[in-house]
């Protein structure tokens, strides 16, 4: 559910019709949406597995000078 254009639909939707308990609905809509997007956090799980007895991970850094220092590998 996408708060900001539900609520801004809502909102906008319930002035135009005359709706008051409509644009309360939105305005609230809007403002849950807008401080979510405000204080969201940037981190993101970008991939994840689970790992058997035996099994490795290598992740490798974009960017790192010396491949051996931007490199981490995880066993199972």
């Known amino acids: ?3 900001l254009k ?3 639909r809502a ?3 319930g002035a135009r019709r005359g709706n008051a308990p409509l644009v309360g609905l939105g ?3 809007l403002a849950v949406g807008w401080v979510r997007r ?3 956090s940037d981190r993101e799980l970008l991939y994840s597995r689970t790992l ?5 991970v290598r992740i490798r850094l974009l960017g790192a000078d010396d491949p051996a220092e931007g490199e981490i590998t ?3």
Do not use: Q
């Open 1 to 3: 559910m996408n708060l």
């Open 6 to 8: 539900d609520g801004a």
């Open 11 to 13: 909102f906008f939707g």
């Open 27 to 29: 305005a609230v809509l």
């Open 38 to 40: 405000l204080y969201r």
């Open 52 to 56: 058997r007895k035996g099994d490795a």
């Open 74 to 76: 995880i066993e199972g």
